[in-house]
C-alpha cells in the first residue's frame, strides 16, 4: 500500500487513522454483523451513531442548546436554496460576494427573493476580502449572507461583517471544524463535509432554533424545509447513514487530538511553511491579500503557465497529488486540511525548492 499526499480542495484528505478504523469495522460493526452501510438508518446501533456525532460535533464547536444540529443531503449547494426559502419573512437579503460559491448562493438566492450584492471583491479576482465594517445593510434584510473561506480563491474572513443587527448566514464548507467558532454569532453556519471533514453527500447545517419554523415561503419542498428535518432528528427519510458515521469517526480523531483550538495552531503552523517559501520565493508567488489568506486553501503560481502545468505533473509523480487550481483560475492550488500532515506541507515546500532551482 503507498498513499500520496492528497492536496485535492474536495473531496478530500481524511485522517488514515478513521480510514483504518473504517476498514477495521467494514465486515462486522461492533459485533451486529453487518457494515454501517448495510444497517437501517432506524435501528438502534445507528441511532446510537448519529447521536453520539451530534453530541462530538456541539461539544467541538461549542454548540449551545438553542441551536440545532442537521445532517442534509444536497451538499452545500442545496443550502444555497435552502436558506432564502427558511428565512423568508421579508423576502429581501443582503450577500456579500467574495468567491464563486458566494456568488452562486447569491444567484440561486436571486430566483426566489431580492438579494441585494452589497459588497464584493470580483473587481480584483476576488483576491481580498472587503472591508465589512459598515455596509449599507438593508433595513428590511431578512439575512446577511457570507461563504466564510473562499475554497477556490484562498481568500477567509479574519472578522465577521458588522451586519448591523441582522442574522448572519455563514458556509463553512472549506474552513468546517478547522478552528474554533462562536456559534452565537450566527443564525445558520453550515457546511458540506467533503472538504474538510468527511465524505461527500452530507452537509451540516448548526442552526439557531428560532429560525427553524413554519413559516416559510410559500411551496418550499418538504425535504428543503429546516422544520421537516428538525422535528425529525434528520431522519425524516434515509439520511446519508455512510457519511454520517465516518464523520463521527473524525470528531473522535478531533478531539482524541485536542479539539479545535489545538487544530487552529497546528494549521496555523501548516499553512506558514508554506507562506513563508512563497514570500521568499523568486519563482512562486501567492495570489491573495496576505491579511486574507486562508490556511486551509492556498493558490499559488509562477506566472507562466507551462510551467504551472509542468509543475503540477511534476508534483504527481513525486507523490503530491491534485496540486492543479481550480479549473476557472488556473495556476496551482494546495489544500491542506485538518487530515494533511505537516510532513505533506513540508515535503511540498522541498519539492517547490528544488523545481525553483532547476526551472529559473
Ligand atoms: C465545495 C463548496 C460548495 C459546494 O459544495 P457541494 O457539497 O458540492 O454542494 C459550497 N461552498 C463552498 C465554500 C465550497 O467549498
Redesign the pocket.
Known sequence: MSRVYNFS??PAVLPEEVLKSAAEDMMDYKGCGMSVMEMSHRSKMFDDIIKTAEADIRELYNIPDNYKVLFLQ?????Q?TAVPMNLCKNGVADYIIT?Q??K??YQEASRYIKANAIASSEDKTFSYIPDCSDLPVSDDADYVYI??????YGTKYKTLPNTKGKILVS????CFLSEPIDVTKYGVVY??V??NVGP??L?ISIIREDLITDEVMDKTPTMLKWKTQADADSLYNTPNCWSIYICGLVFKWLKANGGLEKMKALNEEKAAVLYDFLDSSNLFKGTVAKEDRSLMNVPFITGDKDKDALFVAEAKKAGLENLKGHRSVGGMRASIYNAMPKAGVEKLVEFMADFEKKNS
Open positions: 480542495a474536495g444536497g451538499g452545500a449547494s442545496q444555497f468567491g460559491w458566494a452562486k448562493a461563504c466564510e473561506n473562499n475554497t477556490i458556509d463553512v464548507s472549506s457546511g458540506g467533503q472538504k461527500a453527500g452537509v
